[in-house]
């Protein structure tokens, strides 16, 4: 089956000491469910809080593992749509891949584990980055 998805997200990044900056995303994406897995290619515009759009591609495989447990991986082509304010300035284009891991602990809340490395084309530094999350469900 085929299926349209968005992901919308708004985010405030910044340290303590400074102003905060503002993130819209908005991600348009087509999903094929074949069996268990989903595969989704789309784009994704990042609206700074300066009114400056980025674009990002991207390419997302879930593995529905059971009812409670998926397996992710993301990629991302583009400034990238996770970090791009959490370091002050505004990276180039890069490459990012996420693997992770989702478990259900209840119909409403759950945790996320995932593991993100950010690989710039130009000059900026790559790094890797943990996350664990609860996640809930209205």
């Known amino acids: ?14 340290p303590r000491s400074a102003p905060t900056r503002q993130l819209y995303q908005i991600a348009p994406s087509v999903i094929w469910h074949i069996g268990a897995v989903d595969f989704a290619p789309g784009w994704m515009f990042l609206i700074k809080d300066t009114g400056k759009v980025l674009h990002t591609g991207l390419l997302k495989f879930r593995w529905q593992q059971d009812a409670r447990t998926a397996w992710l991986w993301w990629n991302y082509i583009g400034p990238d749509p996770n970090y791009v304010e959490r370091v002050g300035t505004s990276p180039g284009l890069g490459v990012t891949s996420l693997v992770g891991l989702e478990h259900w602990l209840s119909p409403r809340w759950g945790i996320r584990a995932s593991l993100s490395r950010l690989q710039p084309v130009d000059d900026f530094e790559a790094f890797t980055e943990f996350s664990l ?5 209205l």
């Open 1 to 14: 089956s085929v299926g349209l998805g968005v992901y919308l997200r708004y985010a405030q990044y910044g």
């Open 133 to 137: 999350s609860l996640r809930g469900r």
